[in-house]
């Protein structure tokens, strides 16, 4: 008898921990989902805590905590506001290399934007394009390193790549 009640023990914590490892995943994608809003998160980090959490665990819901009190503004606006800077970029970056004096003239008027399509000759061109499909599919590291690689990166992206970096941070944590 006392070997059926230590199998019910055992079937009654396997299934509380699967019940509680189906709320973690479902919290853990909420975050994502307030994350990539610029909503915060914070009340759902702090329900992590309440779970039976590994070491390891234990130190991502840390991080988050202390990652969840900045101010993001989300994954929406990291692409707009990519999209502003790559257009100015490309504006200082044609009127440099061609020095003509036309161009100047129309680049107060126009806005340019690098294409998306892989046809693109210009190195620099084909880095922004790339940084930019990299953003629009979520891989926000390697558009960080794409864009780092530019010259004049840092005047122009250093704000933009910290904002990117807290949310490599964050999803980092997540997994």
Do not use: C
């Amino acid at each position: 008898m006392q070997k059926l009640d230590n199998i019910n023990n055992v079937n009654q914590f396997s299934s509380q921990n699967n019940q509680s490892s189906g709320y973690i995943k479902n919290l853990v994608h909420l975050i994502r989902l307030k994350l990539d809003n610029g909503s915060n998160f914070i009340e759902e980090v702090e329900l992590l805590q309440d779970f039976q959490l590994t070491v390891e665990q234990l130190a991502n819901v840390e991080k988050l905590l202390i990652l969840a009190t900045n101010n993001f503004s989300g994954l929406t606006k990291l692409n707009e506001d990519l999209d502003d800077i790559l257009s100015e970029y490309l504006q200082n970056y044609y009127v440099k290399k061609n020095k003509n004096s036309y161009i100047k003239y129309f680049t107060n008027f126009i806005s340019i934007e690098p294409s998306l399509n892989d046809n693109i000759q210009d190195t620099t061109v084909h880095a922004l394009s790339v940084a930019k499909i990299n953003l629009l599919n979520k891989n926000v590291e390697t558009s960080i390193n794409q864009l780092s690689s530019l010259s004049d990166s840092e005047y122009f992206f250093a704000v933009w790549i910290k904002q990117a970096e807290y949310y490599v941070k964050v999803t980092n944590a997540l997994n």
